[in-house]
């Protein structure tokens, strides 16, 4: 396997929180169209391990690599409340060089982009969340418990959208509780 196959490389990765080690000696490689799902109870360390990949967080040791851009889809909408939904998915989408439309429709929001972000429901701030992921054009996905918040409709929408995107050879580091319908995606344990 060369390393120009490679979206994603970890490589003996430990993480300190607090003081406190969740997790240390992980190893795991992404290459196009390749998932993989993280699991463990809550403060395991999930949502760490995506921040660490995303370069938000520094690793107590260890190596990450990546190639392209990565798009985090976590908790924090990063859209502003005051715009309308479609105006700030557009601000990120100019920043990506890309165009947010695709993301609207991906995940069933072209009826919403004329509705203020602060006045979307749970699940709808979620599916946003996840449309901005699916218009960054990033090869990698980062996506900390991208089913909380949806309904049946919002999950097939993300499983259809995680398929096309491994499809078009991105790859996917998920973290979930959840079922997500990547059930060939290598499975880790934290915790």
């Known amino acids: 396997m060369t390393a120009e196959l490679l979206l994603l490389r970890i490589e003996r990765l430990s993480?300190?929180?607090?003081?406190?080690l969740l997790f240390e000696g992980l190893n795991l490689v992404l290459e196009p169209g390749a998932a993989a799902v993280v699991t463990g109870p809550n403060g395991a360390g999930k949502s760490s391990l995506l921040r660490v990949a995303a370069g938000l967080l520094r690793a107590a040791a260890g190596?990450?690599?990546?190639?392209?851009?990565?798009?985090?889809?976590?908790?924090?909408t990063a859209l502003d409340e005051r715009l309308t939904l479609g105006r700030a998915l557009a601000f990120w989408a100019r920043i990506?060089?890309?165009d947010a439309g695709?993301?609207?429709e991906a995940m069933g929001l072209v009826p919403l982009a004329g509705v203020p972000?602060?006045?979307l429901s749970t699940g709808q701030k979620k599916r946003a969340?996840?449309?901005?992921?699916?218009?960054?054009?990033?090869?990698?996905?980062?996506?900390?418990?991208?089913?909380n918040g949806l309904d049946a409709?919002?999950?097939?929408?993300?499983?259809?959208?995680?398929?096309?995107?491994?499809?078009?050879?991105?790859?996917?580091?998920?973290?979930?509780h959840q079922p997500l319908g990547l059930d060939d995606a290598l499975r880790i344990t934290l915790g």
């Open 15 to 20: 993480c300190v929180r607090g003081g406190r």
């Open 63 to 76: 190596r990450v690599e990546r190639a392209g851009a990565a798009a985090l889809a976590d908790e924090r």
């Open 96 to 98: 990506d060089g890309v």
């Open 102 to 104: 695709a993301g609207l």
């Open 117 to 119: 972000v602060r006045m």
């Open 129 to 147: 969340v996840l449309a901005r992921a699916v218009a960054s054009g990033a090869p990698l996905w980062l996506l900390d418990e991208p089913a």
């Open 153 to 176: 409709e919002g999950r097939e929408r993300l499983a259809a959208a995680m398929a096309a995107h491994r499809a078009g050879g991105g790859a996917i580091l998920a973290a979930s």
